[in-house]
T-cell receptor, first 115, second 111 residues
Framework: SQTIHQWPATLVQPVGSPLSLECTVEGTSNPNLYWYRQAAGRGLQLLFY??????ISSEVPQNLSASRPQDRQFILSSKKLLLSDSGFYLC??????????????FGEGSRLTVL | DAKTTQPTSMDCAEGRAANLPCNHSTISGNEYVYWYRQIHSQGPQYIIHGLKNNETNEMASLIITEDRKSSTLILPHATLRDTAVYYCIVRGTSGTYKYIFGTGTRLKVLA
């Protein structure tokens, strides 16, 4: 069965520090991968999505970046965090290719607090 | 991708049916309607999806109007554990593969 792992689960970082969140998917190949952010009390904002290795689409201009070095690995990074980067970050995957349910599967999330 | 609009919040008595509406008036012919829910501090959970026919699974029923411009998610017997934010999104079968979530409906099931 397919699983998605996301880490770290919680982190507290000072303003200006770097960030690296990692997500890996197991049990499937060639997934579409996504990073979402949810600010406190708000809805889900799509940050990045990827349809293949090295292929990253950005939805919102910001000081974050994403990379996909391997088929089932998706990394969210920042060189210098801002206070506004605080939030709940969610990685997700869906099937690619022949259309099936199109269901989106989410990880457990990473809660980032920037102080 | 079509946009969706949902009421901000709703209350429902425990044991009663919860009917959550969604408007997607600009939906195009190849776009499916998906419903997800998010319980506090967890990742969203898939509930159901459909194209034009009504759908039912073990969690809920999805009623899509004939013109496909709106839909209703029905939780037939709401329990306290159904308290969550419910998101309605539309997505096509090809193209950019984006899932755009709105602000959702905060459903509170009352004892």
């Amino acid at each position: 069965s397919q699983t998605i792992h996301q880490w770290p689960a919680t982190l507290v970082q000072p303003v200006g520090s770097p960030l690296s969140l990692e997500c890996t998917v197991e049990g499937t190949s060639n997934p579409n991968l996504y990073w979402y952010r949810q600010a406190a009390g708000r809805g889900l904002q799509l940050l990045f999505y990827s349809v293949g290795i090295g292929q990253i689409s950005s939805e919102v201009p910001q000081n974050l970046s994403a990379s996909r070095p391997q088929d089932r690995q998706f990394i969210l990074s920042s060189k210098k965090l801002l206070l506004s980067d605080s939030g709940f970050y969610l990685c997700a995957w869906s099937t690619r290719g022949p259309y099936r349910t199109g269901e989106l599967f989410f990880g457990e999330g990473s809660r980032l607090t920037v102080l | 991708d079509a946009k969706t609009t949902q009421p901000t919040s709703m209350d429902c008595a425990e044991g009663r049916a919860a009917n959550l509406p969604c408007n997607h008036s600009t939906i195009s012919g190849n776009e499916y309607v998906y419903w997800y829910r998010q319980i506090h501090s967890q990742g969203p959970q898939y509930i159901i999806h459909g194209l034009k026919n009504n759908e039912t699974n073990e969690m809920a029923s999805l009623i899509i109007t004939e013109d496909r411009k709106s839909s209703t998610l029905i939780l037939p017997h709401a329990t306290l554990r159904d308290t969550a934010v419910y998101y309605c999104i539309v997505r096509g079968t090809s193209g950019t593969y984006k899932y755009i979530f709105g602000t959702g409906t905060r459903l509170k099931v009352l004892a």
